[in-house]
């Protein structure tokens, strides 16, 4: 269920979606695009799928999602934060504690991509030999 901007409850399109639609991910200017980026992204989609797990410290997530930079884990996070995707929770303690987790929409967002996750990696055997296949007629001139 899609929470209604002051444009839309004044009867106005969002700027670049099609009037008959909230949203429409395939119009340019449309918002929802962004947000589809920053899920759908490497970083995005690797990190949600790490917090499906739970709630972790920013060091913890930075291990557990390999290869990413820190500064790239500020900025996902900031980005799904923004999104509503990821809520960040200071802990009042000395030294300074921060935990990451989903919030119920990060939670519905982060499942599905679980299921994609889970095909990818079940079927790369297939993937594997496609692009055997692929090099060896695309490679072999």
Known sequence: MAIESSAEKAGEAMPGCPDDLAFDVFACNCPSRETLKHVTDRWGS??????????????????RVEGISE?????????????????????????PRV???LTPLGDQVARQLRLLIDLVEDRMPQVLQ????????????
């Open 71 to 95: 500064k790239m884990l500020a900025q996902t996070l900031h980005a799904l934060e923004r999104d509503g995707l990821v809520q960040r929770e200071a802990q009042p303690c000395n030294p």
């Open 46 to 63: 690797l990190t949600l799928g790490a917090l499906l797990d739970g709630t972790f410290r920013f060091n913890e997530l930075r291990r």
């Open 130 to 141: 496609a692009r055997e296949r692929y090099d060896a007629r695309h490679l072999a001139g």
């Open 99 to 101: 935990d990451y987790a």
